[in-house]
């Protein structure tokens, strides 16, 4: 972004579904970015105790607050050995994607901008109609159409909330 500095990106992605079920945009990466998109995901999912969330070990995911969030609903943490993409791979795809399909070659003037341009790609694609090989080529959507509650509810355990903090590029104006 241009006028207003930089906008950082946090998502939460359901391992299971591939759907972002919570995201925040923020000018600085802070644990209550994290926060932000949590609160989203776990309104979305209603996660039962015991799922793990899942990040790299950024100092906004590993602070206390973040910690006392999750441990309050009973979740648990895990966090990605440093410099191991394979860890987190599925959200670093998310990342590659957005940042190629969708923000590539974007002027953001403002927050809301690129507010609006994330809010338009999970949305309007990346949850709706990307495929994903993992799902059989389908997108999020279609996979969780095509899940019945029960198959659903016999995979809770194995949702695994993935987030990442991704910066939207500085744009000359």
């Known amino acids: 972004m241009d006028g207003e500095g930089w906008g950082y990106v946090c998502c939460v992605l359901d391992l299971y579904t591939r759907r972002i079920v919570g995201w925040s945009i923020e000018p600085h990466m802070t644990?209550?970015?994290?926060?932000?998109?949590?609160?989203?995901?776990?309104?979305n999912r209603r996660a039962p105790r015991g799922l793990i969330f899942h990040s790299d070990s950024g100092s906004q995911y590993a602070s206390a607050d973040v910690r006392a969030w999750l441990a309050l609903r009973g979740l648990r943490q895990s966090i990605s050995g440093t410099g191991n993409c394979y860890d987190n791979a599925p959200m670093e795809s998310f990342w590659h994607s957005l940042k190629v399909v969708e923000t590539r070659g974007q002027n953001f003037a403002t927050q809301a901008a690129a507010k609006h341009c994330v809010f338009a790609y999970i949305e309007g694609c990346y949850n709706t109609t990307r495929m994903h090989s993992s799902l059989g080529c389908k997108s999020p959507a279609q996979f969780e159409r095509g899940s019945s509650p029960k198959s659903t509810a016999a995979n809770d355990e194995l949702i695994i909330h993935n987030s990442n903090a991704a910066r939207l590029n500085q744009r000359a104006a």
């Open 31 to 43: 644990h209550e970015m994290v926060l932000a998109a949590l609160n989203i995901a776990y309104v």
